[in-house]
C-alpha cells in the first residue's frame, strides 16, 4: 500500500512549478489529474533545461501522453535528480502512487538548487554538498589508540556467559 498523500507537500510542489513555468495552474483540478498527461511536467522541464524534450504529445490517447510522462521521466534524470526518487510511469497515470510523484518533484527542486543556472524559487531544504576531509598520517595514528564500543566488540571481549534474569525451564 503506498503511502498517504500530503496535500502540503503536494500544494508547495504545485507553487513551485507556477513559479518557474510563469503561468497558473488550474488548482480546481486535483494534484494527480493536474499532472496526469504529462504536458506541465515536460513544459517544467523545458523551462529548466531548455530544449530536453523536443516534443510534448497535446493530444492523442493514452499511449501518447504516457510518452510525455516517460519524457519528463529521462529529463530528470538527465538533469541530476537521482534514479530512486523518480516515479514510474503508472505511478502518475494510473494514479497508483501519488506521493511518489510529489517526491519527484521534491527532488527536482532540490537538484535544480544546485546547479549554477538556476535562479529560481526554493523547493524543500537544500541539498547538502560534499565535504572531504585530509587527515595527517600523525592523527590517523592516534586514531587507533581510541577504544571504540561502536562496533560491538572490544579487541575480542564479548557478552556470552553473561545471563540476565530468570532462565528458562522446561517441565514436563
Known amino acids: 500500500m503506498p503511502p498517504k498523500r500530503d496535500p502540503e507537500l503536494e500544494a508547495q510542489a504545485l507553487d513551485w512549478i507556477e513559479a518557474n513555468l510563469g503561468e497558473p495552474l488550474d488548482r480546481k483540478k486535483p494534484f494527480d489529474d493536474l499532472l496526469k498527461d504529462g504536458i506541465i511536467l515536460c513544459k517544467l522541464m523545458n523551462k529548466l533545461m531548455p530544449g530536453c524534450i523536443k516534443k510534448i504529445d497535446t493530444k492523442g490517447g493514452g499511449f501518447a501522453l504516457m510518452q510525455n510522462i516517460e519524457r519528463f521521466q529521462a529529463a530528470a534524470k538527465e538533469y541530476g535528480v537521482p534514479p530512486a526518487e ?34 529560481g524559487p526554493m523547493l524543500g531544504p537544500k541539498m547538502a554538498e560534499k565535504n572531504e576531509r585530509q587527515f595527517t598520517e600523525a592523527q590517523m595514528r592516534e586514531a587507533q589508540n581510541v577504544v571504540s564500543l561502536q562496533y560491538g566488540s572490544n579487541k575480542g571481549a564479548n557478552q556470552s556467559g553473561i545471563n540476565m534474569g530468570k532462565p528458562r525451564s522446561i517441565l514436563d
Open 86 to 119: 523518480v516515479f514510474q510511469t503508472v505511478d502518475l497515470w494510473e494514479k497508483k502512487n501519488i506521493p511518489q510523484v510529489t517526491l519527484c518533484i521534491h527532488a527536482l527542486g532540490r537538484t535544480a538548487q544546485t546547479r549554477d543556472d538556476y535562479k
